[in-house]
Each structure stands twice: as structure tokens, then as C-alpha cells.
């Protein structure tokens, strides 16, 4: 049996996929259908990519969806590429993470 994940926001994302599942369940809907709802409503849980610790944590969210086949692989990687360019957004933003400085024209680095 597999062990509950450890990262609150997948356990967040999984509780809104076993909710609605059993709630369409309860309303009669087929298996499918419910399936399908919960599935829709994993993914509108999955947290906005807005700072990097949010953004590893929608990956996590969605490696642990493909991996429990709630979403297929084209559409898990489209989503992780996604957070990965949210990712390099932010360090090209970050003054700490532009790389090193230009060299002047005589070949030496700028002054500070």
C-alpha cells in the first residue's frame, strides 16, 4: 500500500480529489463521471506558481498526479515545463541570481 504523501500541499490536492469523488458518487454519478469531476477538481487545487516554494509545490502536486495516473504525461510535462519557466522567471528577477557580471572592453570585470 502506498504511504500518504509528506508534502501538505499534495495532501491538500488529493484530499479535493477524494472529496469530490465521493461526493459524485453519492449523487449517483458513474464511475467515470466522478472520477472525471475529482480529477478536475486535483487540478484546481494545485497551488498558483507564485514564489519557489509554491512552485516546487505544484510540481510535487503534479508528479504525484501522474504518477497516480490522475493526469497522463503529455499534460504533466506541459505543467511542469510551465513551472520550471515560473522558476527561471523568478531567478531572472532575483538581482542574486543574474549570473556574473559583464566584462568591461579591456577584458576586466566592472568595479563596484
Known sequence: MPQPPQNPAVQHCLQAYKTTLAAERLK???RHHARKRAVNAYRIT???LAG???IQDFKACVIHARDRHLID???SNTLLRAANLALQNLKIRDPKHRGRPRK???GQLPEK
Open 46 to 48: 494545485l497551488p498558483i
Open 104 to 106: 568591461k572592453a579591456s
Open 28 to 30: 449517483g454519478a458513474s
Open 52 to 54: 519557489p516554494a509554491r
Open 73 to 75: 504525461r503529455s499534460l
